[in-house]
């Protein structure tokens, strides 16, 4: 509830913007299929049980020719001899 009233006090927003939050299972989502023009997962991916039903569910709220973006956290182990990651990781 205080997401949203944020946002309905944010004067960057243009007036008559929707937008809405929700907390629900990102298993089994509360959306129609094709729903979406932009499906954003951000750091959340890595954590669900099952994976492949994760994406399936992303995929299907996502409309024809939208835009799917993945963000996750990814981190290798160190070798005995490294101390941190390369700039590149």
């Known amino acids: 509830a205080r997401?949203?009233?944020i946002t309905a006090e944010d004067e960057k927003i243009p007036q008559g913007s929707q937008v809405e939050f929700r907390v629900a299972d990102a298993l089994d989502q509360p959306f129609?299929?094709?729903s979406f023009?932009?499906?954003w997962s951000l750091e959340?991916?890595?954590h669900m049980p099952?994976?492949?039903?994760?994406i399936s569910e992303l995929d299907r709220v996502l409309k024809p020719g939208g835009r799917l973006i993945?963000?996750?956290w990814c981190h290798r182990v160190l070798n005995e001899n490294e101390e941190r990651l390369n700039a590149y990781e």
Do not use: P, Y
């Open 3 to 5: 997401a949203s009233e």
């Open 32 to 34: 129609e299929d094709e």
């Open 37 to 39: 023009d932009l499906v």
């Open 44 to 46: 959340s991916g890595e």
């Open 50 to 54: 099952d994976k492949k039903q994760f």
């Open 70 to 72: 993945i963000v996750t």
